[in-house]
């Protein structure tokens, strides 16, 4: 294990793993995706085992009032998700649910809902 990472990957191999679980987003879904980035990074500096964050302003409580605003972020910690998982198969799941359950916020499905659906 080296800095606490179980799971030893590449940079450039999570970061085509966060591009190819982007890809698995229906296409009517990522139409609908507005002001957003996705991102990685290696740890969240305030809360180290965060797997990955939702922050902006999702799709359901923007009113005619948006705009203007810096784009949303979605961002997956990499150095966490690697600690998290013990083989890299388990890396390509994770980052996957990971990407799926931030989009889910952007699109206004709180923790409860994505715990209920599996996307927990």
């Known amino acids: 294990m080296i800095d606490g990472v179980a799971v030893e990957m590449s940079a450039r191999r999570f970061d085509e793993l966060v591009s190819d679980a982007l890809d698995t987003i229906p296409a009517e879904l990522t139409a609908r995706m507005d002001n957003v980035v996705v991102l990685v990074e290696k740890r969240h500096p305030e809360e180290p085992e965060l797997l990955g964050l939702y922050e902006g302003v999702a799709l359901t409580e923007r009113t005619h009032e948006y705009g203007g605003h810096l784009p949303d972020r979605i961002?997956?910690?990499r150095d966490a998700v690697l600690e998290f998982c013990s083989?890299?198969?388990?890396?390509?799941d994770e980052v996957a649910i990971t990407v799926v359950h931030e989009i889910a916020h952007h699109f206004g499905i709180d923790e409860e809902r994505l715990h209920e659906l599996g996307w927990g």
């Open 75 to 77: 961002t997956v910690y």
């Open 87 to 92: 083989d890299s198969d388990e890396v390509v």
